[in-house]
């Protein structure tokens, strides 16, 4: 069956997936980056590391307007309140449970009889997050396979010496935001060269 290839970006209050919750989740089609994912997500609880939380609330949608008018809601500034945030999301989000069941069939309906394959960097962490939460409501996980773009990288390094440059890729164009959403659609572009590269030689 021919692999059919979902960058996803998740954004989280924590490292620990038992413990913390996804904040936002991403996802795009690698060489069809429009066909695109994007939710904000209800919290499971109250719990956050802060550190976490100034990461990946940078690049949520649903704090761009509030976040201009209160620094408690940027988390650019000291006085950023992630309470405040976790609370704004309680209000704001989707429920987890229909965002992961709206996420399967968005993946099911995309993939088209191809095998799913999940990529991500790194790997361990979004998709620990995206089972854990398909385990915690019973939804079947589409996804077949998890891939890491920087596993092949640094493989297409070691065996056809392959360099940056050979990618043609715009360096500038490749910093996260800490969207999950942009940030997914930056992997999926990478991925994509990697695949080329690997075909050619």
């Keep these: 069956m021919e692999n059919i290839y979902f960058s996803v970006d998740v954004e989280a ?24 994912f994007y939710r904000e997500i209800k919290p499971r ?4 590391q802060e550190r976490a939380m100034r990461i990946g609330c940078l690049g949520l949608r649903s704090l761009e307007e509030i976040g201009k008018r209160d620094w408690a809601y940027n988390p ?19 429920e987890a449970k229909d965002v992961m ?10 993939a088209e009889g191809k095998k799913p394959v999940f990529i991500s960097t790194p790997v361990k962490f ?10 915690l409501f019973t939804i079947q996980n589409p996804f077949v396979e998890k891939q890491d773009p920087r596993a092949l990288y640094e493989e297409l390094v070691r065996t056809k010496d392959l360099s940056i440059d050979q990618l043609g890729l715009d360096i500038k164009e490749l ?3 800490h969207n999950a959403l942009e940030d997914a659609v930056i992997q999926a572009k990478i991925f994509e060269k990697l695949l080329e590269f690997a075909k050619k030689k």
């Excluded at 979004?126 to 385990?135: A, G, P």
């Design 76 to 94: 650019r500034y000291e006085i950023f309140n992630p309470i405040q945030v976790m609370s704004h999301l309680q209000r704001q989000g989707e």
């Design 126 to 135: 979004d998709y620990t997050f995206v089972t854990r939460y398909f385990s």
């Design 175 to 177: 910093e996260p935001s």
């Design 45 to 48: 609880d109250q719990e956050f």
């Design 13 to 36: 209050s924590g490292k620990d997936p038992q413990r913390f919750s996804m904040l936002s989740l991403g996802s795009c089609l690698v060489g069809r980056v429009e066909e695109t």
């Design 101 to 110: 069941e709206n996420f399967k069939n968005w993946v099911i309906q995309k």
